[in-house]
T-cell receptor, first 116, second 115 residues
């Protein structure tokens, strides 16, 4: 069975500092991996996704993630955070079907707090 | 990107009543829709998957008679929480994927409070 682990429940970072959010997965085949962001009381916004190919994936809002098969990881990074990056971040693994990404299994989430 | 809406955005109902939540794909045809539940400060848990015109497939532990899902058209899926109880209070989020894209688009969520 697939699983997704986000080891950090909560991260505090200073505005302008770099940010890295960890995600580890367990999946039998090549996974479809995603990072989503959720602001309080809102739905989810897709930051980036990895299906295959280049293991360094660029996303929106200046985020990037690197797929490392040997470490079963898909960590999210941003070189310089902005106060607006304060939110909940979810890593997810997908099991695609013929016409959709299929079921998404989400990690527990990491709450990011940005201090001045 | 494609847009998914949910209605209502929040609802308060009395214990024992039923409440319906709508999920609409506004600019694409959604062959598959997913319903998630999110408790405060927790992750999203998939409740069920529905394909247009078919019965929904529920995840283990989700009561299909309590959470009725209908996906009658390619743009609308509904989740009805029957005989709601306070423990059903949660944030319900739908997502949809269409015929032309694998991507799954999320709605803004519906906050249900049962008193």
């Amino acid at each position: 069975a697939q699983s997704v682990t986000q080891p950090d429940i909560h991260i505090t970072v200073s505005e302008g500092a770099s940010l890295e959010l960890r995600c580890n997965y367990s999946y039998g085949a090549t996974p479809y991996l995603f990072w989503y962001v959720q602001s309080p009381g809102q739905g989810l916004q897709l930051l980036l996704k990895y299906f295959s190919g280049d293991t360094l994936v660029q996303g929106i809002k200046g985020f990037e993630a690197e797929f490392k098969r040997s470490q079963s990881s898909f960590n999210l990074r941003k070189p310089s955070v902005h106060w607006s990056d304060a939110a909940e971040y979810f890593c997810a693994v997908g099991t695609p079907t013929t016409d959709s990404w299929g079921k998404l299994q989400f990690g527990a989430g990491t709450q990011v707090v940005v201090t001045p | 990107g494609a847009v998914v809406s949910q209605h209502p955005s929040w609802v308060i109902c009395k214990s024992g009543t039923s409440v319906k939540i709508e999920c609409r794909s506004l600019d694409f045809q959604a062959t598959t829709m997913f319903w998630y539940r999110q408790f405060p400060k927790q992750s999203l848990m998939l409740m069920a998957t529905s394909n247009e015109g078919s019965k929904a497939t529920y995840e283990q532990g989700v009561e299909k008679d309590k959470f009725l899902i209908n996906h009658a058209s390619l743009t609308l899926s509904t989740l009805t929480v029957t005989s709601a109880h306070p423990e059903d209070s949660s944030f319900y989020i739908c997502s949809a994927s269409g015929t032309s894209s694998y991507e799954q688009y999320f709605g803004p969520g519906t906050r249900l409070t049962v008193t």
